[in-house]
């Protein structure tokens, strides 16, 4: 029987928060904007993305959504239900499924008319965190702070400045005689833009979560000049990427994007969406002194498009490219089999510079769990190097296996290699265990004499 005297576990305690804003305009407008979840990324500093799973429109009853947002530098997502009541202007939310360090949320927006044209907006956030820890607690309630400050701060700015003429949203359109899978890798393998992209001068990718990328590159200008650009982009794959510009020119206060991939019986079609929002402040400090915002959306217009047109057009031959060459042959994907068990004794043997000669001169070596990919045979040498020294006074035996491999051309002779690696670790005695798990993906070119070396590798660590 149970025992009636055994104490039941403390429940967490809720902490709670409240912010609020007044607003110059009229309530029914800034509800508007609280309750189009679909426009936040465009208006909310900290929102990246929302997907509207069930409901939405702005219309009153339950809403389910998918919400990515930055928290304290870190990307985060999660699933809200919410309730929208626009007789009331209120809007409740309550987290169906949070991110640790949350445990729960919930909240309550409140706008209150103060008279026709201004408002006043009651932000409420109540939420428990993972284990009652007090580093959690605090955690939370910075990002929670710092988030709806973010929030309230860009819901006035966007009430005050309604104009639809500062909104614009614009799509460019390539048919592709190839599949939406390479299409779509093209595009999601940011990485090898500065070999892809003649517009791309510098890139920098993470993708800490798969399938959550930080991107930051340098873009080249028609005047030769460069400007620097930041985003978190969200992978769906094989479907869509959606991102959203965390630095962008001063031009814009916000940038979001979205590439679409739609397969069809003669290849696929491949959007780039734009939605941006203009900076009306920021006009003639860009356009000089005649600038105005009816020429800032033409310009925004003009230059967004003609990268993402160019883009379009790289992609589209890559993949046609792709189709045309056909699958590869047995022998072929034979001599890649050979070519892994090759290169990986040569790395369990302790034979660096061997291993480092499988890669071609300007070689690149990437992995998610890194931010800067190692360039070239010199430094990839150099890297092995490191980490065999770095394990020299280790006894365990390592193992690299690779399987699970698929090989698809990849134009010009070279293919694209694609396959689960793992390391086994065995110390003196054993047991073995499993070290790492990972995907790695390779393009191999054709050396003179047979073989293969590795022109670029990317591994994604599963669990990084």
């Not at 500093?45 to 530098?73: F, M, S, Y």
């Not at 020294?389 to 690299?400: F, K, S």
């Amino acid at each position: 029987m149970p025992d009636e005297n055994a104490q039941l576990p403390a429940a967490p305690a809720v902490h709670g928060t409240v912010h609020e804003i007044e607003v110059d305009a009229p309530a029914e407008a800034v509800y508007d904007l609280v309750a189009d979840a679909a426009r936040w990324p465009v208006h909310f500093p900290p929102t990246l993305h929302v997907d509207v799973l069930e409901g939405g429109a702005g219309k009153d009853g339950v809403e389910r959504l998918r919400i990515w947002a930055t928290a304290n530098g870190a990307v985060k997502n999660w699933t809200s239900l919410r309730e929208l009541d626009r007789a009331a202007l209120m809007v409740t939310f309550r987290q169906e499924r949070s991110q640790a360090p949350v445990a729960s949320m919930g909240g309550t927006w409140r706008i209150e008319p103060l008279g026709e044209c201004r408002a006043r907006v009651r932000f409420t956030h109540s939420f428990t965190a993972v284990g009652d820890d007090p580093e959690n607690v605090a955690w939370i309630r910075r990002a929670v702070d710092t988030n709806t400050g973010a929030e309230l701060q860009a819901l006035r700015a966007a009430a005050e400045t309604a104009a639809d003429s500062l909104v614009l949203t614009f799509d460019d359109t390539a048919r592709v005689d190839g599949s939406a899978k390479d299409a779509y890798e093209f595009i999601r393998a940011a990485d090898r833009w500065t070999e892809r992209l003649p517009h791309v001068a510098r890139v920098s990718l993470t993708e800490e979560v798969p399938g959550e990328q930080v991107l930051e590159m340098d873009t080249r200008t028609p005047d030769g000049s460069t400007h620097t650009t930041r985003s978190v982009r969200i992978c769906f794959p094989a479907e869509r990427i959606v991102y959203k510009q965390t630095l962008t020119p001063a031009l814009m206060h916000a940038h979001t994007g979205e590439w679409i991939f739609q397969e069809d019986c003669d290849g696929c079609v491949v959007t780039s969406r734009h939605t941006v929002r203009i900076a009306p402040g920021a006009v003639r400090d860009v356009l000089g002194p005649d600038g105005d915002v009816a020429r800032a959306r033409e310009f925004v217009r003009e230059a967004l498009g003609r990268n993402s047109r160019a883009t379009l057009g790289h992609a589209a031959a890559h993949a046609s490219v792709l189709r045309a060459a056909g699958p590869v042959s047995q022998e072929v994907y034979v001599s890649v089999q050979r070519f892994y068990a090759e290169q990986m004794r040569h790395l369990d043997e302790g034979r660096a510079r061997e291993w480092a000669a499988t890669f071609t001169e300007d070689g690149v070596f990437g992995q998610n769990s890194g931010a800067e990919p190692v360039r070239g045979r010199t430094a990839i040498t150099a890297a092995v190097r490191a980490n065999q020294a770095r394990l020299a006074a280790d006894p365990q035996q390592r193992r690299h296996v690779f399987a699970m491999l698929t090989v698809d051309p990849a134009g010009d002779g070279a293919v694209r290699a694609r396959s689960y690696a793992q390391v086994l670790v065995t110390p003196p005695g054993g047991p073995t265990t499993l070290r790492l798990s990972a995907v790695c993906e390779d393009e191999l070119v054709p050396v003179a004499g047979g073989g293969w070396a590795v022109r670029h590798r990317r591994v994604d660590h599963d669990g990084v």
